[in-house]
């Protein structure tokens, strides 16, 4: 039982991990999804949270039953032979345009907040993701495990500090309805971070040992990220002209929390670090499937285009590029809800 309950929970931190990438982390995605929508925004977390935890689970377990490799084959359960080969690109370029987003999020960290050439923060992203991946899913879990609780833990801190007990007076957000976009908003916040977190989880789930830990696992990821979520958005109303900043988070720290500024930085940069390795685990083993190539070569040009990509610059990249990807995923979602989880896979 304390072995399934571990392993539950190391499940749950990479869920967690996969998901909270540099949008998520930095804040820059819970105002564009969330926050810009005033208090209604606290309810699209619950459409968000409520996909993270029933359509996750659902995911991983089908993956399981038909012993999916790659999220490939998830596709290929999903959509169909034909269909598939078409979505599996799109899924590709995606990930590749999602992950140029993070690295440069990291580059973005410490040109806003530490004053650092963002070349910097690009190129240790990118030389730590390629040791981490070197060790395969064993290092995956590993920094996962590291960071996911420390985002927790100061998230918490950094919430009790902005919103309990501030005596300021700033957090009435304008309730705007926007006539049901934040409800679209919320759903294809979810869609677009399943839809790519099945690049990590697919694989991982069909690792586990058994199904019960699979369910315990997306079930303890899907209320992590609820909370977080919240408290997150909450501490977020604390600070005016939030669209100003790439790192919000950060800057609500830097007001209200400075003694552990720097450390929330860190805690930022390894989750952004944490997003990026878990999509270069699946963009690896979507080219390997395709073209034998050796591990370090194969990272070593998916970080290349990834790099070029990410000099068009991270706030740029975050409001045109997620939207835009959250309502193509959620066709994602919408099969996934539709098909039923097989008995067993058929031969």
């Known amino acids: ?184 908003s919320a759903i294809s916040y979810g869609a677009f971070n399943l839809a790519l977190s099945q690049a990590v989880l697919v694989p991982v789930a069909n690792e586990m040992t058994s199904e019960a830990v699979i369910k315990k696992g997306a079930v303890l990821g899907g209320i992590m990220l609820t909370v977080i979520l919240f408290v997150c958005f909450l501490s977020l109303s604390s600070l005016d002209m939030l669209e100003a900043f790439d790192i919000p988070m950060a800057q609500v720290v830097y007001q209200v929390a400075n003694s552990i500024h720097l450390i929330y930085l860190f805690v930022i940069f390894g989750e952004v670090f944490t997003s990026v390795i878990g999509n270069l685990y699946g963009l690896e083993r979507q080219v390997r499937a395709y073209i034998r190539m050796n591990s370090v070569l194969t990272i070593s040009l998916i970080l290349l285009c990834c790099y070029v990509i990410s000099k068009i610059g991270y706030g740029t990249l975050i409001s045109t590029v997620y939207p835009i990807f959250g309502y193509v995923s959620i066709f994602f979602i919408l099969f996934l809800f539709l098909k039923k989880v097989p008995a067993s896979l058929d031969k």
Do not use: C, H
């Open 1 to 184: 039982m304390k072995r399934s309950n571990e392993s539950a929970f190391q499940l749950a931190f990479v869920y967690v991990g996969t998901v909270v990438g540099a949008g998520f982390a930095t804040g820059k995605e819970i105002v564009e999804f969330f926050v810009r929508f005033g208090w209604i925004g606290l309810f699209g977390i619950l459409i968000s949270g409520a996909i993270f935890t029933g359509l996750g689970a659902k995911m991983m377990l089908i993956s399981k039953r038909i012993e999916a490799e790659s999220y490939q084959d998830m596709n290929r359960f999903l959509f169909g032979a034909a269909a598939s080969r078409y979505i599996n690109v799109v899924m590709f370029f995606i990930l590749l345009g999602v992950t140029s987003v993070m690295i440069s999020g990291a580059g973005a960290i410490f040109e806003e907040q530490l004053g650092i050439s963002k070349e910097y923060g690009i190129f240790l992203t990118i030389i730590l993701s390629v040791i981490v991946l070197l060790k395969g899913s064993k290092g995956l879990f590993g920094v996962n495990v590291l960071v996911v609780p420390m985002l927790i833990f100061f998230s918490l801190i950094v919430f009790l500090d902005s919103f309990v007990f501030s005596s300021s007076e700033s957090y009435v957000l304008a309730l705007q309805m926007g006539e049901g976009e934040w409800i679209l």
